[in-house]
């Protein structure tokens, strides 16, 4: 186990390197995303944009840019090259927001996605399922804009239940205000995986409900609920924990773009998508990073937790 | 044997399951009687209903597309028209059940003692420390080693033959007064059927439960059975006592099905022995006798519906399906003097 958790965490050193060098790279070649051009803003002459090239380094040797810009991510002092605020500070303020999204969505669509999914197949062929299949296939095929847009303007703007958008700390509006500017963007964001966990769950249990240790289960006299909690869906759940975790790392690492951007929470994925769009290196960086270092983390903690649902997995 | 209150009474037990080609009629008017403490084998070939008809015991094979018919009473209770809750009641306390293949019969997440503490459970209200103990005991009574520490180990901790043990020890843990083994020795090695089939002897002689066996295997049957019923495509073709069926087999299929059995003590033919042809299709089954499309002694009579009925007189207690006179198939069951069998090329007996 010890030895799982170095190895994993020296892979993720390799894994988190490769991800900062391609998306360096990646901003070098793209036209137009001469960083001196771009901080120079309209108007100016070339000897301005010559000045502002030497004085950032930016006609140093790639490689020595790398080192530098790596750097100034760790000690804190990451600055956009476009709005020259400090990225690492903005990373920061955008954090809580994106992890308040992703916690709250990521359970919302587990325990909902896992009911509806363990309802259809014990109801398999049966109206209830055909209903709850199209309810969950209209859920998957809903853009996310669409739907946040719609809930924002008419729940939001419109009836007045819910703020129109934006997002409150604990210290600006309490637990309250916390709950109220997240409900909207969790169950848009929920809706999605809603239905691609319902029906991940329901044909996982489909798979498990026929195996043979199941019969024994029934062959014991235990109660059919026991037998679907204890026998079916604790084994038909081992698939779900993989998806659940490479979907919850992504919200929680800025990928929940559309969301925040929709209801404006400001978080990292919206800052992200800003980012991207101003071709601003800086914040594309240290966020890819972000976002890679959950990812990898929470794979290793999915391997872990696999480890426990399933004593025939040992790590190595 | 007394005759008096059987543990068990089937009586023209049907079993149709509706699929996509047509209704297939897996048991088919299938009647037989289980005495306490009475060791019964069901035998026949893959496909012969002869699974069907014990998981239906179990009610295991209720589902929205299949349908029953006739009844299967234990002492008063009717299997087949009970509700569900009745059924779980007596599953596991008063029916227990070992199936095929016990590398998938036990919950790979769960720990071996758990497994066995949640049926004692189901049914007895004990404390988990007792429950604990009793299958420690029990776990030491089907031989398993070092039972004290290995009653929380994982299934996938075990080989076959020791995951089969703990199927029987859960299977005698409330005490049952029939267990149903379905194929309990096909998935294992040779040696481990030797003592998986000492542990059921041992409880059926410590604790007089009933047993019914099914089987393919007629080595097991031999071993262990009082009682035989031999089953083909959905019915019971023959049934009567262990030395009736080796010794004085009547139906056509049972010959080949003893027949089909090699032989250390007989000269090595040159092609194993086997009944030409394969079983009907469950869905379109031949009128009258089943058999008949495959057995060489066919003729007139054969396709009227043959009923079980005590066809030798002075054996009243062994019945079967064929229309012949019974001085006919002893006549035509002999292959070489004394050796009942198939008749077939290459078969040098």
Redesign the interface.
Known sequence: MVTFVIRRLVAMVFVLFMVSVLTFLIFNVIPNSDPAVQMAGKNVTPQVVEQIRKEWGFDQNIVVQYGKTMQKVFTGELISYNNRVNVVEEIKRGAPRTFSLAIGAALTWLVIGVALGLFTAVRA?KWSDSLVTVLALIGISMPVFWLGALASYYLGYKAGIFPNGGYETFSEGGIGGWVQHLILPWVVLATLFIGVYSRVVRSSVLDTIN???V??????????R?VLV??VL??SL?PVVTLWGLDFSLAIGGGAILTETVFDLQGIGQYLAESIRRLDVPPVLAITLFGAFFIVIFNTLIDIVYAF????IRLQ | MTQSQPLLDVQHLKVDFRTEDGVVHAVDDVSFQVQPGEVLAVVGESGSGKSVTAMTL?G?TRS?NAKFGGSAKLRDLDLVGAT?EQL??????EI??I?Q?PM???????RIGAQIV??IQ??EDVSDAEARDRVVKLLERVGIPRAAERVDS?P?EFSGGMRQRV?IA?AMSNDPSLLIADEPTTALDVTIQAQILHEMRDLRERSNTAIILVTHDLGVVADIADRIAVMYSGRIVETGTLDEIFYDPQHPYTWGLLGSITRIDRERPKRLPSIPGSPPSLLAAPEGCHFRPRCRHEFGDCVKYPQLEGRIPESPGHDDRCWLPVEEKRKRREIAPGQIGLEMEGATA
């Open positions: 062929g195996d043979d240790y019969r024994t289960a029934r062959a014991k006299g235990l109660s059919e026991r204890k026998h604790r084994n081992i649902l399933d004593p025939r | 179990m295991l929205p569900d779980r009641k007596v599953r596991g306390k227990a059940m199936f293949d998938t019969s036990l919950n790979p997440v769960h949640e049926q189901a049914h994982y996938h199927m859960m």
